[in-house]
């Protein structure tokens, strides 16, 4: 009869190793709990604005002023690294440019339609989309199928990375 019960427990024991074991890998892959930027962050003082539009200031990371705003960064996170990431940072030229300082240089109005689908907007002759298309060696942006409001969440997740340090990048030993 004892048996059962250390089968029980120890049936439990692998259960909670399986989660942990699921915890640390969405952890290094920064989709749940916290890194060493966050902690690092958490000792900067923290602005009040997460506005797109442009301003004076230089250019900082922007706390949220409201639970709204806080969801639209989160849900932003997540689209931009699993969007843009590949492609873009906010800070650095990758293999597109920087993004931060974008609701700067072009209006959300002209952004959605880009996101969407910017060979149809280099089609349209529009001179920034061209210039932007022939500085990138013409390499097209791929066209995403993301809503008006998943666009502007990606803007406002920018925009309050922006002027923030990138953690380090971890490489992966394959010696």
Not at 23 to 31: Q, V
Not at 87 to 92: G, I, L
Not at 94 to 117: D, E, Q
């Amino acid at each position: 009869m004892w048996f059962k019960s250390v089968g029980f427990a120890l049936s439990v024991g692998m259960a909670l190793v399986v989660v942990l074991i699921g915890f640390t890998l969405l952890s290094a892959a920064g989709l749940a709990g916290f890194s060493a930027s966050d902690a690092a962050r958490a000792d900067e003082p923290e602005p009040q604005e997460v506005s797109l539009q442009p301003t004076s200031q230089t250019t900082a990371p922007h706390a949220a002023a409201s639970p709204e705003e806080a969801a639209a960064i989160a849900a932003g996170d997540v689209l931009f690294k699993g969007n843009c990431a590949q492609c873009h940072a906010v800070n650095e030229q990758v293999v597109g440019p920087a993004l931060a300082g974008i609701s700067k240089r072009r209006p959300v109005s002209w952004l959605i339609p880009w996101v969407k689908n910017s060979s149809k907007v280099v089609a349209s002759g529009d001179d920034y989309a061209v210039a932007l298309f022939n500085k990138f060696s013409k390499q097209q942006m791929p066209s995403f199928a993301l809503s008006d409001k998943e666009i502007t969440s990606i803007l406002v997740y920018i925009k309050s990375q922006e002027g923030s340090v990138a953690a380090p990048a971890v490489a992966m030993a394959s010696e």
